[in-house]
């Protein structure tokens, strides 16, 4: 059974204030591993796909990187508009009809 | 890719009663998925919606109690049937889009049922 989980919970961070959060993974084979960024009430809105480990992907402040046991989401000098819950889910080969899994989520909110 | 929409956006509704939510999407999709976020909570995946098929539903889900439809490759619909106030959540559609070089799901807006 593919598991996620990230960490922390909750991030504060002040603005300009450089920080990273953590996607522990366990997956039968990985198709992909996900990042997605959710404001409230809205839909999760699709940041990345990563394949392999190794594999960069950087989004104006935002770098994703993979190893073969977790993801990290850096954010380089946030602003208040980075605050939102960060979502992190793994698709596996091994999953019938290509399902993603997902953690909790990173609550980030940064202050001016 | 994908622009997905959804209606109703949000619905307070009476237990015991049903409600249908649509799935809008702007290009023709192999897969469709329909999640469910409960109040705090991540997401889960209801089932997959396969056009000219039963959807498949994963383990804790039922056809009976989510119903979904999905007559072509650009609509589905998911009903929450004799609802009561634990289906309270935000329901979710979602699509991937994908070839040999990439993979990537999109999600829609949501909808919020409150079952009172």
């Known amino acids: 059974e593919d598991q996620v989980t990230q960490s922390p919970e909750a991030l504060r961070l002040q603005e300009g204030e450089s920080s990273s959060l953590n996607c522990s993974y366990t997956v039968s084979g990985l198709r992909g591993l996900f990042w997605y960024r959710q404001d409230p009430g809205k839909g999760p809105e699709f940041l990345f796909t990563l394949y392999s480990a190794g594999e960069e992907k950087e989004k104006e402040r935002l770098k994703a990187t993979l190893t073969k046991k977790e993801s990290f989401l850096h954010i380089t000098a946030p602003k208040p508009e980075d605050s939102a819950t960060y979502l992190c889910a793994v698709q596996g080969w091994g999953n019938a009809g290509n399902m993603l899994t997902f953690g909790g989520g990173t609550r980030l909110m940064v202050k001016p | 890719s994908a622009v997905i929409s959804q209606k109703p956006s949000r619905d307070i509704c009476q237990r015991g009663t049903s409600l249908t939510i649509q799935c809008q999407v702007d290009?023709?999709?192999?897969?469709m998925f329909w999640y469910r976020q409960q109040p705090g909570q991540s997401l889960t995946l209801i089932a997959t919606a396969n056009q000219g098929s039963e959807a498949t539903y994963e383990s804790g889900f039922v056809i009976d109690k989510f119903p979904i439809s999905r007559p072509n490759l650009t609509f589905s619909t998911l009903t929450v049937s004799n609802m009561s106030p634990e289906d309270s959540s935000i329901y979710l559609c979602s699509v991937e889009t994908s070839d040999d070089s990439y993979n990537e799901q999109f999600f829609g807006p949501g909808t919020r049922l409150t079952v009172l």
């Open positions: 290009s023709q999709v192999t897969m």
